[in-house]
C-alpha cells in the first residue's frame, strides 16, 4: 500500500515490560516493523517516542513529550505511525484527546496492524471501534491474567516478583511455568538468626530493629550485596511469610471490598511460635531513635 502523499511521520512505541520481551510488541520489534513500512513507503521518520506502562496508565513521559512537541511545532509529521492503536491508548478518552490534536494539525494517524483509509473524510468511528476492541480484549486478558495468578497463589505456587530474602524460587516438578519457594540455605540461616536476635538477643534481652541491623554489619553480613538498616529488619520480621503463610493480593482486597485474600502457603524457615513471641516482644518495647 503506498501513501505517496506523505514525506515524513513520527512513531510512538510502548509495551508494558521490557524485561525478557522477544514479542511483537516488544519496543525493538515495534520500530523494526515501522521502519520497514516507513521505507517501503518513502516516508521519512522525523523522531520516536518510547514508553514502558500499561495501556490504561496514564503516566506516559514520552506520549506527553510527544504531544508537547507536535503542539510547540518541534516535530511536523504528515502522520503519527503505531503498530497498533492499542500501543497509543486502550483509554478511550486518551484516544479522543489525541485524535482531536492530529487533527487540528492535519496529522494522520496509521496502525501498521489496523491499516485504515487516512484521509480526513474516514469515519472516526472505524478507529473506535477498533480501540473499543482493543480495550475489551486487554480487559479479558488481565482477568484470565489474575484468575491464572489466584490460582498458582491457592496451590502455593510462587506467583512471580522479588524473591523474598531467606529463599529461591525453583521449578515444581521439573515444569519451568510453575515455581515454588524454598529456602535459599545461606540466607535462611541469616532469617533464623534475625528472630532469634529480636527474641532474646544475644545476652537474653531482646534487640530492636536497628540493634540487629548494626550487628548483623558488624559481622559483615550482607542483605543480597547492600548494608542492612532498619528497614529491611524491619519487613523480615513483621512477614508472616517465614512462617509459611502469606496473603495474596492485600492490594486488590484494599481497592475491592468483594475480593476475598488468599492465604498461600510456602516451605517456612522458622516457626510460627517463634514468630508470634517475637512480635509479642516488638509490642512490649520501647521504640528508640531510628527503629521507627
Not at 239 to 263: F, M, Q
Amino acid at each position: 500500500m503506498k501513501i505517496k502523499k506523505l514525506s515524513k511521520a513520527i512513531g510512538y512505541l510502548r509495551t508494558a515490560t521490557t524485561k525478557g520481551d522477544k514479542s511483537d510488541n516488544s519496543l525493538y520489534n515495534q520500530k523494526k516493523s515501522i521502519l520497514c513500512w516507513a521505507k517501503e513507503n518513502d516516508i521519512k521518520i522525523e523522531k520516536f517516542y518510547s514508553d514502558v506502562g500499561s495501556g490504561f496508565s496514564r503516566y506516559r513521559p514520552l506520549l506527553h513529550l510527544m504531544i508537547d512537541e507536535i503542539n510547540k511545532d518541534v516535530v511536523t509529521p504528515d502522520a503519527l505511525i503505531v503498530s497498533s492503536f492499542s500501543r497509543l491508548s486502550r483509554n478511550m478518552e486518551t484516544e479522543t484527546e489525541l485524535k482531536i490534536l492530529l487533527d487540528d494539525k492535519n496529522i494522520d494517524i496509521i496502525s501498521l496492524s489496523e491499516l485504515l483509509p487516512t484521509d480526513q473524510d474516514t469515519p472516526f468511528s472505524l478507529k473506535t471501534f477498533v480501540n473499543m476492541l482493543n480495550e475489551s480484549q486487554s480487559k479479558i486478558n488481565s482477568r484470565q491474567v489474575h484468575n491464572r495468578l489466584n490460582e498458582n497463589a491457592r496451590k502455593g505456587y510462587f506467583t512471580g516478583g522479588v524473591i523474598p530474602y531467606g529463599y529461591k524460587s525453583v521449578p515444581v516438578n521439573q515444569n519451568i511455568r510453575k515455581n515454588e519457594l524454598i529456602a535459599n540455605t545461606g540466607e535462611s540461616l541469616v532469617v533464623e538468626k534475625i528472630f532469634k536476635l529480636a527474641k532474646s538477643g544475644i545476652d537474653g534481652s531482646p534487640l530492636g530493629f536497628q540493634e540487629i541491623s548494626i550487628h548483623l554489619n558488624k559481622k559483615n553480613s550482607k542483605y543480597r550485596g547492600k548494608r542492612w538498616n532498619v528497614r529491611i529488619v524491619s519487613s523480615i520480621l513483621k512477614n508472616t511469610l517465614y512462617y509459611g503463610e502469606s496473603v495474596w493480593g492485600k492490594t486488590r482486597c484494599a481497592n475491592h471490598k468483594d475480593v476475598v485474600p488468599i492465604i498461600t502457603k510456602n516451605q517456612p524457615i522458622i516457626s510460627k511460635q517463634l514468630f508470634l513471641e517475637v512480635q509479642e516482644k516488638l509490642g512490649q518495647r520501647t521504640p528508640r531513635k531510628g527503629d521507627n
